[in-house]
């Protein structure tokens, strides 16, 4: 069991306060680098959790996720404007701290920090990894799509049917952006955060399924999967 840092995007963080999201997929270097045609997990006594290479054995690589894990989540935030100058190193671990996805334009709020730079001791989220695999994008279902987050609503007259629940990515137009088929909503997603045609490529990815914890990964017991 490892503490790692994990950055999200901030509709994925609503959808993680929403408790709509308990899966995420990054991109998996080493099976694209590899062009590996195959992956499976490495299931011995030599290596440990997380780690995955080809049929033959020529192949291995850590995924840097396994279960048990606990991912202390970055995401974009704020602090309060006399501390503008000051590096997120500098600071005490004291310092009031606004997400920016629940910013409400206060004076007391500084600049703007992106993710990336989030210290540990300000992240209000931990995940806790309960699976780990690799697998194509595309290979996605419809229950995956749903878990990475996607909004879920009910029919709308601009939608071609009367019946069933529908779907959106959280990023195109909050009208006609809808969807009956989840995995489409997500593909939908998954280009807009990756580039145009990053679905389509359909590469190797990692899916990670977790837990979610409200709180501090200093402030929660050890957990494990």
């Not at 419809?142 to 990023?171: M, N």
């Not at 137009?173 to 990053?198: C, S």
Request: overall charge negative; charged content about 25%; hydrophobic content about 40%.
């Amino acid at each position: 069991m490892a503490d790692r840092s994990i950055l999200f995007s901030a509709p994925m963080i609503v959808a993680l306060l929403e408790g709509r999201k308990s899966q995420t997929r990054r991109c998996c270097r080493q099976a694209n680098d590899a062009a590996l045609t195959y992956v499976v997990r490495i299931d011995d006594a030599i290596a440990a959790p997380g780690w995955f290479g080809d049929e033959e054995g020529e192949v291995a690589f850590f995924t840097g996720f396994a279960p048990g894990d606990r991912l202390w989540v970055r995401e974009a935030w704020r602090t309060h404007r006399a501390y503008d100058d000051l590096k997120p190193s500098d600071m005490g671990g004291e310092e009031a701290v606004w997400p920016e996805v629940e910013r409400d334009n206060c004076d007391y709020h500084g600049r703007y920090r992106a993710g990336r730079y989030m210290p540990r001791w300000a992240s209000r989220l931990t995940l806790i990894v309960t699976d780990v695999r690799v697998e194509r994008l595309q290979d996605c279902s419809p229950a995956d799509a749903i878990a990475e987050g996607i909004s879920v609503g009910k029919p709308l007259p601009q939608v071609p049917t009367s019946k069933g629940d529908i779907y959106h990515d959280g990023i195109t137009d909050p009208i006609d952006g809808w969807t009956r088929d989840p995995v489409e909503a997500y593909a939908r997603l998954w280009n807009h955060i990756n580039g145009a045609g990053a679905w389509e490529a359909n590469p190797w990815v990692t899916a990670v399924n977790f837990d979610v914890l409200n709180g501090n990964i200093d402030n929660l017991p050890q957990v494990t999967a």
